[in-house]
């Protein structure tokens, strides 16, 4: 089957091959090989560096106006491409060929964003106590990036890095996902080909624990940008603090729903279920603990398992699949993992419960009742198709449960009272609270957690502020 050819970007230029390490990339659903990837060396990354400092002395005194027109020239392409990137994405990470192309598509709208909004980073004039003085602020970009993004969304988590840097007028060296590559190659195609110049952006890959610690450690790199779990995104933000490097870290939850009693209990039973299995489950902002009022609960569970029960699971090409594998082999042990504290811990598997046949990663859509708040379910975020529901009695008990782990990403609730909707949204330690809605990662909006779900927001009029330094002028 056709697939992406796979390669390091670095200076302008697709490198691949010259007796490089390479790895193999997995299709989740049949385990065949679908390509090689060749792994940076040392002298890639050097090069890579190289590039990226020297472009960042003419990158950063282009014109806003030059920089948006490359953005909104890769918001075209992408769109014209979304159907053979969106394939490839499919083929190695296993989504849904709708929601690949899905994926594809709504960032078109990420790059428009960007090309607009950097139009507009903008300075100010602070009166002066003397009438002789002139105090100018200005917004300078920081610098050389370096930016790791994760297979979930391999093509959005990369472009909305890579936009947020370079429309700033900083260059960047990212280092994508190697269990599913093609959407970042796919991208620094699309970004020569609507006339990035050379150095810009650079794309490397490799052994990522080796790459980010000499991309973070180098005295050219200003900031990192990380997406991915909370234990990495520690390491990475304390290794960055050590060489005093600015951060933005968009890490994992462990997002809480809030179903009360006055609720529409089974139309949310059914949105949940269905956006629950989006992506397999494996979604950062993804509903992750159910907690349903007393009264709600019974027809609640019932709509819920019913749904979760009905979904199509299969190969993400084949028509009517509604979900497909899980990325890679790590999220099935991780799965089983889950399942059998669950069963120590008193859990009742209500749907599912286990992997699908033996030949690629499918694992069943599964409830589990009855877990104690304590339990790894109830407690780490599961990124997959698991999902724990338990009971609440009032809006106090229900708010402690919450906010009770150390993530702080998106919450759900479901209620039809504003004032109970008013005391949930002001009293939930969450970067984004969804009423009786799901409207998250739009190009306009900003994107982001708290605690140790992370630091920093992408898009929205946010989207700049990790990219740019802070200049003071003073004059007479
Ligand atoms: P992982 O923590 O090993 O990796 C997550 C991502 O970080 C991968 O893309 C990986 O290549 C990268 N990574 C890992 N170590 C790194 C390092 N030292 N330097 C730079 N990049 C590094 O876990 P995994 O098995 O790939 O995924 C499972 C967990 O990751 C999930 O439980 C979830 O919490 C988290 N995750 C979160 C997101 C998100 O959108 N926030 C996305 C993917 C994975």
Redesign the pocket.
């Known amino acids: 089957m056709m697939y992406q050819d796979l390669a390091l970007y670095i200076d302008g230029e697709f490198v691949s091959g010259g007796g490089r390490r390479e790895q193999d990339v997995i299709n989740p659903a049949t385990q065949e090989v679908l390509g090689k990837l060749p792994h940076a060396t040392t002298a890639d990354l050097d090069r890579a560096l190289a590039a990226a400092q020297r472009a960042f002395e003419s990158w950063k005194k282009t014109s806003p106006l030059e920089r948006s027109g490359i953005l909104r020239r890769v918001a075209e392409l992408t769109r014209t491409r979304a159907r053979e990137i969106g394939r490839d994405i499919t083929l190695d990470q296993g989504k849904p060929l709708a929601e690949a192309i899905g994926e594809v598509t709504i960032c078109a709208e990420h790059a428009e964003w960007h090309a607009e909004e950097c139009r507009r980073i903008y300075g100010r004039v602070i009166p002066p106590r003397n009438p002789a003085v002139r105090q100018i602020v200005v917004r300078e970009p920081i610098g050389v990036c370096a930016a ?6 391999p093509f959005n ?1 990369a472009i909305r890095k890579i936009v947020a840097a370079i429309g700033a007028g900083c260059t960047l060296i990212l ?1 994508g ?3 599913s590559p093609s959407a970042v190659v796919a991208l620094a195609r699309l970004f020569h080909d609507a006339g990035l110049p050379p150095g810009v952006l650079n794309i490397v890959w490799g052994v ?2 080796e ?3 000499y991309l973070i450690e180098s005295p050219i790199v200003r900031k990192i940008s ?7 995104g520690k ?2 933000a304390a290794l960055a603090g050590a060489h005093m490097k600015r951060v933005t870290m ?3 939850g462990h997002s809480p729903v809030i179903v009360f009693d006055d609720a529409d209990i089974e139309p949310a039973a059914e949105m949940l279920a269905r956006f629950k299995l989006r992506n397999a489950g ?3 902002v993804s509903p992750t603990r159910f907690y349903v009022q007393e009264k709600a609960y019974d027809k609640f569970l019932a709509r819920f398992t019913e749904v979760i029960g009905s979904i199509k699971v299969g190969n993400g090409l084949d028509d009517g699949t509604q979900m497909g594998p899980l990325a ?1 082999e ?2 099935i042990a ?1 799965m089983e993992q889950f399942l059998d504290n669950a069963s120590q811990r008193g859990g009742k598997v209500v749907a599912g419960g286990s992997r699908i046949g033996d030949k690629g990663f499918f694992f069943a859509p599964t409830v589990v009742t009855e877990l104690p708040d304590d339990s790894m379910l109830m407690t780490e ?1 599961p ?1 997959g198709p698991v999902a724990p529901v338990t009971r609440f009695k009032d809006t106090e008990e229900v708010l402690r449960r919450a906010n009770s782990l150390p993530f702080g990403l998106a919450s759900y609730v479901f209620t039809n009272s504003l004032k109970t909707a008013h005391q949930v949204s002001n009293g939930l330690e969450a970067g984004m609270v969804n009423i009786n809605h799901f409207g998250m990662a739009l190009s306009e909006t900003p994107f982001g957690g708290i605690k140790d779900s992370g630091i920093g927001s992408e898009g929205g009029q946010e989207t700049f502020d990790g990219y740019l330094v802070t200049k003071f002028i003073t004059q007479v």
Not at 148 to 153: A, D, G, S, V
Not at 226 to 232: D, H, K, R
């Open positions: 790791f993004t994760p297979w979930n969304f988590q280092k996902p190697e269990d990522p624990g790459i980010s610690t990380f997406t991915g779990s909370v234990p990495v390491q990475l968009e890490l994992g494996q979604v950062c890679h790590r999220r991780s975020e990124f």
